[in-house]
């Protein structure tokens, strides 16, 4: 069983993101950069599908030249090995992009299973991972809490408002999991140094068969046309308790048509 398991690298979100005021795109050097944190989750998930099976799990990325640093992560956790989509012409690439990018990737490698989180903690469309199945004709299940590979289905409970439905395919399918599905483990000392010599291949668009002018800035079909700051949180108001605060508070919850 070979899983593949995305993972992205981001502006490290404990920080204050900035946007290019001419392109209004996520400044991403000269920052502090990170694993997504929910890609943590997707690594371990693919992890133990890939220990239960007895197979191996590749990591992919696409990103700039230090994207390399969240496959030698993956790699470190237990990941045997990684692919690096690496090329300036994908500089500006939106999120169909990434996704015929990261298809393109997955085909390379012939994994089983494809392991994504849902939604990437900078850019958040969560729409990369369901772009990538119907690429390659592969059913995609999302919003997993819970995935099981069986043979050749896989099975998740697929998270819901009220609790979760069952969902199952065959192989080969692409997975999105949520937060909270595990614990990632934290990469070991033994990890991090085996993790330096495990094949880290880098490729560019010419190795994946991809047309330059259907990725990156040549390629991309959204344009962020304006920004805006959010709006600031009005002050609420302060209700002193005179004898009819509760009367008052039920007559603004009515009003909002809440009760
Ligand atoms: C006009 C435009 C230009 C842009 N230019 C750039 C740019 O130059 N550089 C840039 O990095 N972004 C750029 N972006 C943002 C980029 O489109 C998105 O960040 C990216 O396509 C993924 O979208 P997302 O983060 O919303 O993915 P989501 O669908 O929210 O991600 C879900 C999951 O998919 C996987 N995934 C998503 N993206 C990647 C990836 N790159 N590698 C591996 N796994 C991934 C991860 O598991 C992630 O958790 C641009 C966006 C626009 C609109």
Redesign the pocket.
């Known amino acids: 069983m070979k899983v593949a ?4 690298q981001i502006p490290d979100p404990s920080g204050a993101g900035r946007l290019d005021p001419g ?1 209004h ?2 400044v ?1 050097e000269g920052v502090e950069v990170v694993l ?1 944190p ?2 943590a989750y ?1 690594v371990e998930a693919a992890l133990q599908v890939a220990e239960a099976a007895g197979g191996e799990v590749v990591a ?5 030249e230090r ?1 390399g640093e969240v496959l030698r992560k993956a790699m470190a956790m237990g990941a045997a090995s990684a692919i690096h989509v690496f090329d300036e012409r ?6 169909l ?3 015929k ?2 298809a393109a990737a997955v085909r390379r490698a012939a994994p089983d299973l494809v392991v ?14 369901a772009a990538v199945a119907e690429l390659l004709g592969w059913p995609s299940l999302t919003f997993a809490k819970h995935l099981e590979v069986d043979g050749e289905r896989v099975q998740i409970q697929r998270q819901t408002p009220a609790g979760h439905d069952l969902v199952e395919a065959g192989l080969p399918a692409v997975v ?1 999991v949520t937060g909270g599905i595990n614990e990632p483990r934290y990469p070991s000392l033994k990890g991090i140094m085996g993790a330096k010599s495990r094949p880290l291949e880098q490729l560019g668009l010419e190795e994946l068969g991809l047309d330059p002018k259907d990725v990156g ?1 040549a390629g ?1 079909r ?3 046309v304006e920004v805006s700051p959010a709006p600031q949180r009005q002050g609420g108001e302060v209700i002193d308790d005179d004898g009819t605060a509760a009367a008052r508070i039920a007559d603004y919850l009515a009003e909002l048509k809440i009760i």
């Open positions: 398991v995305f993972v992205k392109t795109y996520l991403r997504d929910g890609d997707g992919i990325t696409m990103g700039g994207a994908l500089r500006g690439s939106d999120a992009a990434t996704a990018v990261l994504a989180c849902t939604e990437s903690t900078d850019g958040y469309t969560g729409t990369v991972p999105t800035a991309a959204q344009v962020i």
